[in-house]
């Protein structure tokens, strides 16, 4: 598991690859994530936006930006716990994800929270050893 603390708020990143979502033979390659967001902090926020910077295993990087997470906008009060499970696919059997959540307290000040770097995996990518 993956984490980072952004201003008392935890995030937490699962990825899996699902083989039977992927086809090597074709150059798809397909992974879950889910997601867990701890409000650890003493004042309400709400998930405003998303963004995501992909990398894959030739390093072609794809930026995505938008509202909420799998079209909520969560609001976490202090203590409370937000999971969802999306879902990325690549042209190669390895790569990384990393990004940002824009956030926004309940008194209208704005922020972003990290989601940490992540790795994407299967059994396809190529391991040398040196």
Known sequence: MYRAVTRDIEVTVKPRFLAERSSPQSGQYFWAYTIGITNRGRQAVQLKTRYWHITDATGRVQEVRGAGVVGEEPLLQPGDFY??????PL??????????????TVTGEKFDIEIPAF????????????
């Open 83 to 88: 999971e969802y499970t999306s879902g990325v």
């Open 119 to 130: 790795s994407l995996d299967s059994s396809h990518a190529e391991r040398t050893i040196n």
């Open 91 to 104: 042209p190669t059997p390895s790569g990384f994800m990393a990004g940002s959540y824009g956030m926004i």
